[in-house]
């Protein structure tokens, strides 16, 4: 059975930082990318970070760039986010990407990802 768990996140003070877990069972992460977003409510989600078939190919949201990083290790991919601020208060996802797309360029594009995470919440607050 396919699933994908979140875990690491909590209250952390401005200035932190957290690294998220995605842990994926079921599949190959040799095979399908996995995708980082995250969604204020209220507001779109937000597509942060991806990292393709076997750990290559690595993306940024222009806006999180030198605060982000991803790798994998086995059957879990992480989100490492430094220099925490209130305005990352949200509900962070992964997902797996079954389009079969091999395309660099929508690596990190939302509907390419079939399969999400419960999230996980992050409250970034004094």
């Known amino acids: 059975q396919l699933r994908l ?18 842990a994926a069972s079921g599949f190959d992460l040799n095979y399908n990318a996995i995708g980082w977003f995250r969604q204020v409510p209220g507001k779109e989600r937000e597509a942060l970070s991806c990292i393709g078939r076997s750990g ?3 993306k940024y949201a222009d806006s999180m760039k030198g605060r982000i990083s991803t790798s994998s ?14 305005e990352d208060t949200a509900t962070y996802y992964c997902a797996a990407d ?11 594009s ?8 419960q999230g996980t919440e992050v409250t970034v607050s004094t």
């Not at 979140?6 to 995605?22: A, D, M, T, W, Y």
């Not at 079969?100 to 990190?108: E, I, R, V």
């Open 5 to 22: 768990v979140e875990s690491g996140g909590g209250l952390v003070q401005p200035g932190g930082s957290l690294r998220l877990s995605c």
């Open 56 to 58: 290559g190919n690595k």
């Open 73 to 86: 290790v086995g059957h879990t991919v992480y989100l490492q986010i430094d220099s925490l601020q209130p």
């Open 98 to 108: 079954f389009s079969g797309s091999t395309s660099t360029a929508t690596m990190c």
């Open 110 to 117: 939302e509907r390419r990802y079939l399969y999400w995470g």
